[in-house]
Nanobody, 127 residues
């Protein structure tokens, strides 16, 4: 059974940094595409960043230059370094992955890319 478990969320002031981690188990790590998707209260899920098995990354315009996604196949982990955080980054952040090989070369941070989800970790940015 595939499990994605997030950690690293918390509360921070605007301009601060947080690092989210996702531990993957029961999954052939590095295959296809993994990423982060967030959901703010009262809003739809929004893709944040993605990375494919070749290490190619993609970011939502709202986080470009501030967030960095990375993966460690040896440790079976996915990370999201978030710098220069803004109040509008406040959301539940979900680690996500896909078992569909189509998305290896179409790995973009859209909700429909992913069919495997973690339970989420809360990020709160205060002004």
């Amino acid at each position: 059974q595939v499990q994605l478990v997030e950690s690293g969320g918390g509360s921070v002031q605007a301009g601060g940094s947080l690092r989210l981690s996702c531990a993957a188990s029961g999954y052939i790590y590095g295959r296809h595409c993994m990423g982060w998707v967030r959901q703010a209260p009262g809003k739809e899920r929004e893709g944040v960043a993605s990375i494919n098995s070749d290490g190619r990354t993609s970011y939502a315009d709202s986080v470009k230059g501030r967030f960095t996604i990375s993966s460690d196949n040896a440790e079976n982990t996915l990370s999201l370094q978030m710098n220069s955080l803004k109040p509008e980054d406040t959301a539940m952040y979900y680690c996500a992955a896909t078992s569909d090989p189509f998305y290896r070369y179409n790995c973009y941070p859209y909700e429909y890319t992913f069919n495997l989800w973690g339970q989420g970790t809360q990020v709160t940015v205060s002004s």
